[in-house]
């Protein structure tokens, strides 16, 4: 009864009084939660965080996370949000910012972040992942854009959308994301072997990733984070599975340690965590050969990891080394295509990059497989169906040979 009565006698905005600890937490929306020993304090705090609101807007305190930020934004705002929903917020913030920062945005003070979109722009990103990025933006701060609260500093105003359509322009080289044939996949693996005459090791060391790639569709960052605890291969070598699980991310170059040139973190979303079953013999003593590499081990964060495919000092390969050494695989196997640009002013000469041999796996197995067996295809890719349809499979050639010799005998008929 008596707290109760001392409880009602303190009565002020954003402050609570907590009697067993003795203490004041002022907790302005926008702002991190306070502790004060007394009432004074506590609200003397309060005031000087009530005046930092400048035009309607949120001015958020600079030395807080975004992380916490969007956390504080998703409970003042959203209500009661499930612990899912603030983490896929944070993971779509991560991954719009992750070109731009060398540590994950959702924990960067945002003192200092920069505005995310016009450091693409400034980046030369291509428009379409500059608009992708403004959706998930307005997405994620929907609620604040309608009420004039956008933190100046993370977004521009409510009319950024006008201000970066000025700023984007479309680069006349840019195409659509290409699907490769089975040849062109299967060039990949016979060129790695011998792609570099002086270095055995290194070629059968990419021949055998070309292969687990091609046969498993990853994404780059997947493969390369992999250890050898992530992949078992039966005793008759009949078959292997591949567990996936986390995701590298590339941090800034370090002269001093390599160590700290890489982070492990989760894969893209919660579909992402999946297990894959391989029975191509190759790929099967791909992954035996990769086991049987002895280097040392990694060490991140107290954390030892045996990596699958790494450098001799047991570090993860990074993804912008994978990639130089993959253009020259690509060109020796001449696996390009002469495609028209976005805007079909012009005919470019396009090289298979790595992401494309997950589109390339996508599309041929979307054509070989019936509508009731996709679902399985996506899971084995880490997507849904809507995406892996919308984003991953595209039409080939002898699809629409195939189907124009099938129109034409139907209109003949």
């Known amino acids: ?34 502790i004060f020993k007394s009432a004074e304090e506590a609200i003397e705090e309060r005031n000087r965080l009530l005046k930092a609101k400048d035009d309607g807007r949120i001015s958020i305190d600079p030395n807080i996370t975004v992380g916490e930020w969007i956390e504080l934004f998703l409970n003042n705002h959203c209500g009661n949000c499930k612990p899912s929903t603030i983490e896929g917020y944070l993971t779509d913030i991560e991954r719009c910012c992750e070109p731009l920062y060398d540590i994950p945005v959702k924990d960067c003070k945002t003192k200092d972040v920069d ?107 997947e493969f390369l984070a992999l250890t050898k605890n992530n992949v078992g291969v039966s005793n008759d070598k009949s078959y292997a599975k591949i567990y996936v699980r ?47 590499l002895k280097h040392d081990s ?11 495919f790494a450098t001799n000092a047991g ?30 002013t012009k005919t470019i000469r396009h090289y298979i990059c790595v992401h494309e041999i997950r589109h390339s796996v996508a599309t041929i197995l979307a054509h070989i497989s019936e509508p009731k067996e996709y679902p399985t295809i996506a899971a084995m890719l880490g997507h849904t169906v809507p995406v892996f349809l919308s984003t991953y499979v595209h039409a080939t050639d002898d699809s629409k040979e195939t189907i124009a010799k099938r129109f034409s005998s139907m209109m003949s008929a």
Request: net charge positive.
């Open 1 to 34: 009864m008596r707290k109760a009565k001392e409880e009602k006698k303190f009565k002020e905005k954003y402050i609570t009084l907590d009697i067993k600890n003795n203490n004041y937490k002022v907790r302005v929306p926008g702002f991190k939660a306070v």
């Open 115 to 221: 505005n995310i979109i016009l450091g693409l722009c400034k980046k030369g990103a291509a428009k379409s992942t500059v608009k992708r990025t403004r959706n998930i933006l307005h997405k994620l701060f929907n609620t604040l854009i309608k009420k004039n609260y956008l933190p100046a500093n993370l977004v521009p105003g409510p009319s950024f959308t006008e201000i970066t359509d000025n700023m984007i322009t479309e680069n006349e080289n840019s195409i659509e994301r290409q699907a490769f044939t089975k040849e062109a996949l299967k060039s990949l693996v016979e060129t790695a072997k011998t792609f570099d005459s002086k270095n055995k090791d290194k070629c059968k060391k990419y021949a055998a990733a070309m292969s687990i790639l091609i046969n498993t569709g990853m994404r780059i960052s």
């Open 246 to 292: 986390h995701s590298l991310r590339p941090l800034k170059k370090n002269k001093e340690d390599e160590s700290k040139c890489w982070t492990i973190g989760k894969p893209k979303n919660k579909n992402s965590y999946r297990e894959i079953t391989i029975y191509d013999a190759d790929a099967i003593e791909s992954i035996c050969y990769l086991s049987g």
């Open 298 to 308: 990694a060490i991140q964060d107290g954390k030892i990891y045996d990596f699958l």
């Open 315 to 344: 570090n993860p390969v990074r993804i912008s080394n994978f990639e130089g050494t993959f253009r020259k695989i690509r060109e020796k196997a001449n696996a390009y295509k002469d495609v028209p640009n976005k805007m079909g």
